[in-house]
């Protein structure tokens, strides 16, 4: 038997996020009914469908922000169900939630430095130079009070105090929402770049041909249960899932 032989083959490694048979109520009102879904290290994955569909609650509940009642999330195959927020982001998941809510009384770079947290995992911590290097309006407004930033500005400003948790995995809520097309531009410009960098990223958007453009795989959610998922040549090729899914 030669050495090649003899090595026990690797165990294969679980997804970066697992969601099984996920259940989320909002008091007796059920909204998620069994969602499954699962993202890579280094994948980019957009969720979709129409409002009310229950994607900020998957989210919330991946976060935390919700209990889950029925089945699991799991980070790199540990279970994230008894954990509270700030643990599932200390164990690398970043949230830019819908709406911004950046501390309207702080600095940018306050803000910024807030958030800040030595990262555990492999792989450059991100600084705040490199925050204002991905958004140098950034630090042009560096001594801004949050409350006084644009839209975009707070946006920019968001994404950045995700960043700077140094997460593996950045959930982004809506993150063009309400904003200038040339702002929107900028932050797929950052969605983009931040992928290239090798970050997980879980994308809900409205715009569908963007989402296409950058991830690798789509979830479609129906009354709180997914109802495809597929990659974005295999969306692309089926307009009419598109249109009966997502009304476009
Ligand atoms: N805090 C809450 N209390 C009670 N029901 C809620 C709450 N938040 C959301 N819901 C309900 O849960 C369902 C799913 O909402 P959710 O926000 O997850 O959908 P969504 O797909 O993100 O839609 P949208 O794009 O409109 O945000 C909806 O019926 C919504 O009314």
Same mark, same amino acid.
């Given at each position: 038997?030669?050495?090649?032989?003899?090595?026990?083959? !690797?165990?294969?490694?679980?997804?970066?996020?697992? %969601?099984?048979?996920? /259940?989320?109520?909002? #008091?007796?009102?059920?909204?998620?009914?069994?969602?499954? @879904?699962?993202? /890579?290290?280094?994948?980019?994955?957009?969720? @979709?469908?129409?409002?009310?569909?229950?994607?900020?609650?998957?989210? &919330?509940?991946?976060?935390?922000?919700?209990?889950?009642?029925?089945?699991?999330?799991?980070?790199? #195959?540990?279970?994230?169900?008894?954990?509270?927020?700030?643990?599932?982001?200390? !164990?690398?998941?970043?949230?830019?939630? /819908?709406?911004?809510?950046?501390?309207?009384?702080?600095?940018?770079?306050?803000? %910024?430095?807030?958030?800040?947290?030595?990262? #555990?995992?492999?792989?450059?911590?991100?600084?705040?130079?490199?925050?204002?290097? @991905?958004?140098?309006?950034?630090?042009?407004?560096?001594?801004?009070?949050?409350?006084?930033?644009?839209?975009?500005?707070?946006?920019?400003?968001?994404?950045?105090?995700?960043?700077?948790?140094?997460?593996?995995?950045?959930? @982004?809520? /809506?993150?063009?929402?309400?904003?200038?097309?040339?702002?929107?531009?900028?932050?797929?410009?950052?969605?983009?770049?931040?992928?290239?960098?090798? +970050?997980?990223? +879980?994308?809900?958007? &409205?715009? +569908?041909?963007?989402?296409?453009?950058?991830?690798?795989?789509?979830?479609?959610?129906? &009354? #709180?249960?997914?109802?495809?998922?597929?990659?974005?040549?295999?969306?692309? !090729?089926?307009?009419?899932?598109?249109?009966?899914?997502?009304?476009?």
């Amino acid at each position: 038997m030669n050495s090649e032989q003899a090595r026990p083959a !690797a165990a294969p490694q679980p997804p970066l996020l697992q %969601l099984n048979s996920v /259940e989320t109520s909002y #008091g007796d009102s059920k909204v998620l009914f069994g969602v499954n @879904l699962e993202i /890579e290290a280094g994948q980019c994955v957009a969720l @979709l469908g129409r409002n009310g569909m229950g994607k900020s609650t998957t989210v &919330k509940t991946i976060m935390g922000l919700q209990p889950c009642m029925q089945g699991h999330v799991k980070l790199r #195959g540990s279970s994230l169900n008894r954990l509270r927020p700030h643990q599932i982001a200390h !164990a690398g998941i970043g949230l830019v939630p /819908e709406g911004r809510r950046v501390f309207p009384n702080l600095s940018v770079r306050e803000n %910024l430095v807030a958030t800040a947290r030595q990262s #555990g995992r492999a792989g450059p911590a991100w600084s705040l130079g490199d925050i204002y290097a @991905l958004f140098p309006r950034l630090q042009e407004r560096e001594h801004h009070l949050g409350c006084n930033l644009s839209g975009g500005e707070q946006q920019m400003l968001a994404i950045g105090r995700a960043l700077m948790t140094n997460p593996e995995l950045l959930i @982004l809520d /809506e993150a063009t929402e309400g904003l200038a097309p040339i702002v929107r531009k900028d932050i797929w410009r950052c969605i983009v770049l931040l992928k290239s960098r090798g +970050l997980a990223l +879980l994308v809900i958007d &409205k715009n +569908l041909s963007a989402l296409m453009r950058v991830a690798d795989r789509h979830y479609i959610l129906e &009354k #709180g249960v997914v109802v495809w998922s597929g990659a974005s040549e295999e969306l692309h !090729a089926n307009p009419d899932l598109v249109h009966h899914y997502i009304g476009m």
